[in-house]
């Protein structure tokens, strides 16, 4: 939770420390295939409830008045003080919880979100505030919220290079590169992640997000469909790796 003072144990992707993920950061290194794309897998920081209990009391006043705000802004029924309060204390544990399933629920079903950029409670609790406020200004549904994704040339050139390693034993030419790089661009143009809102039984609002560009998948297939990819015969490569490493 970015600036209150929270603090945890850092691990990566898949990792398990034992603890709630406080934060998931969008992973940097060499690239593996498989998990969460080509790109490395989003790192996470981990903490016990008993150390976010610590966490919390050890904060100072002007930070756990924040806190309360940002919980009670969430929908939780807390007090706004800085003074240390077994409710606020209660509320900001599950919020937690929640958050912490909320990372797993991304990593399994949609990793690559995951390194689009930091997530951590802070993020997560305005999130809900603000979805919030939108349900009480009114009864209109909001207009579906388009996202469109570029990845950088330098990612996609990890991606590519990757997957022409598993599939060809080396990398790709500049010339290569350049072709399977124009045709990722334009897929994902065609392909943005786009946020649907409408009214859910007993009131309020729900959102269902779909679309957006598997672009690892899409240059692991374009290079896997190559002439010299063919004549290697390692189509069954991709799907023996990723049941190695138990990405479905």
Known sequence: MSGLGLTGANYGAGTGGGGLITSSTPGTGPAIPGAGGFGVPSSRTEATEAKLIANYGAMTEILRKSLAQQLKSAGYKVPITGKYNSTV???????SRKFSDEINTLQANDPQRLNTGKFDLTSYL????????????????????IQERESTKASIRKGATAAAQVLLGRGLSEEQFNEIYKKAIKREEAMPVVTKYSKAKGGGIKAKTTGGADTEEFLYQEIAKTDEAKQNKVFGLYDAFKTAIGVK
Request: charged share 35%; hydrophobic share 35%; no cysteine.
């Open 126 to 145: 305005k999130d809900i505030a603000g979805t919030r406020a939108g349900m009480e200004t009114g009864s209109k549904v909001p207009d579906p919220y």
């Open 89 to 95: 204390r209660e509320a900001f544990l599950d919020a």
